[in-house]
């Protein structure tokens, strides 16, 4: 109940900031970001694209991967008019499809760039039941298969440029305190719903994938901390706003749920303040591994606070990644669990993870 009044009237937390601040006051006094390169998946709307506009209004050269490429142009055009000095390059990256991923990261390492920032924003409601081209359930392939490779993929360029330039390397994840809603394995789920349209929920989908990205979280700040790798990478959910990922339901039911819960929604610029603070601010030097909500750190899930799982998903998402013949087996204990992956990676002359 107090934490309800304290989100309503946009009490301030421990760092200052909380749910009514914008993405703007949170970066007005970081340091001036031209040293940084910077990738932000999803900038072609909603939060993705504040982001975007507020790092490049603080100097950030910045990268724009989509798969809507005249959308990703528009999103840099509106940026340059408004500030004529930004640096920003297009690609293009559908992170649903693995060998996307893998063709990104490929032409990403050929501009021999320098990559300080990766915020791992991009998302997907998938209302209705939908698989990936390469057979994943497609919230699960969107908002989280494909970061966690594409994140594997640049790991390498982002050590270095670290060690480099002795700036700290920072990852977002963009997860969502909808990750809580899910319980039980969530491998087993992925299992059932890949195969299996009536066993399909688009939220219950929705919420494991953003766990999933908790986990990853989780997992990889354990890995950069055994390797020694001065890159620190955290989670964030951004709040409730009403953008684009509801595409797929829109009408009078999504107006009126809006519409009810309008006292709780943010605005976009409040709802990017979050990922900005997490990339952006001093007072997060060498904090890893954490979750965040308006500005302020927070706690996940008890399962998403789960070290064990964490690594066994990291482990079964790595399998995903290395299918052969079509199929991954994904062990859970003694029983393997098979999810079907329609296409394999092509490796060929691409990197690897
Ligand atoms: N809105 C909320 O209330 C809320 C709450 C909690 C968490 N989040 C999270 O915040 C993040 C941003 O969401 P948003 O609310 O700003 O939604 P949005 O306006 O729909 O933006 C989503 C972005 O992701 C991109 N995207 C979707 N599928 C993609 C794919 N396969 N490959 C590449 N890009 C893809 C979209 O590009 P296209 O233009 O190509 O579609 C768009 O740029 C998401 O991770 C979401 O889960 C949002």
């Not at 790092?55 to 991967?65: I, Q, S, T």
């Not at 940026?79 to 990104?104: G, N």
């Not at 990261?105 to 501009?111: G, I, K, T």
């Not at 700040?221 to 339901?249: K, Q």
């Amino acid at each position: 109940m107090l934490e309800t009044v304290k989100y309503l009237i946009g009490s301030t937390g421990p760092s200052g900031f909380g749910s009514k601040s914008t993405a703007d006051q949170v970066t007005d006094h970081c340091p001036d970001l031209h040293f940084i390169t910077a990738i932000i998946t999803g900038a072609t709307s909603g939060i993705g694209a504040e982001t975007a506009k507020v790092l490049a209004k603080r100097g950030a050269r910045l990268v724009l991967p989509a798969r809507n490429l005249k959308a990703a142009e528009d999103t840099k055009a509106r940026i340059v008019s408004e500030f004529p000095k930004s640096e920003i390059i297009v690609m293009s990256l559908d992170l649903s499809s693995l060998h996307s991923v893998r063709k990104f990261a490929f032409d990403f390492e050929s501009l021999n760039l320098p990559l300080n920032l990766l915020i791992n924003n991009a998302g997907k409601f998938s209302y209705n039941h939908s698989i990936s081209e390469d057979g994943i359930e497609m919230s699960f392939a969107t908002n989280y298969l494909g970061h966690f490779l594409l994140t594997k993929l640049l790991l390498s360029n982002m050590i270095k440029t670290a060690k480099t330039t002795g700036v700290q390397g920072r990852i977002v994840n963009v997860s969502s305190n909808i990750h809580s809603w899910f319980s039980g394995d969530l491998i087993s789920y992925l299992g059932l719903i890949t195969k299996n349209k009536c066993e399909y929920d688009g939220t219950r989908a929705y919420a494991m994938s953003k766990l999933a990205n908790v986990f990853h979280t989780k997992e990889l700040s354990y890995r950069l901390e055994e390797m020694n790798a001065n890159v620190m990478v955290n989670c964030v959910h951004p709040g409730i706003v009403r953008t684009r990922l509801t595409r797929d339901r829109e009408g009078f039911i999504t107006d009126l749920v809006f519409f009810l819960a309008s006292k709780f929604l943010k605005t976009i610029p409040q709802a990017a303040a979050t990922t900005c603070y997490v990339a952006t601010h001093p007072r997060l030097v060498n904090v890893t591994g954490k979750y965040f909500s308006d500005c302020n750190e927070a706690s996940t899930s008890k399962l998403g606070s789960n070290s064990n799982e964490a690594a066994r998903i990291w482990t079964a998402s790595e399998n995903m990644g290395r299918g052969k013949n079509g199929a991954v087996e994904v062990e859970e204990g003694a029983r393997p669990i098979q999810v079907t992956v329609k296409k394999v990676m092509e490796t060929g002359s691409q990197p690897t993870p």
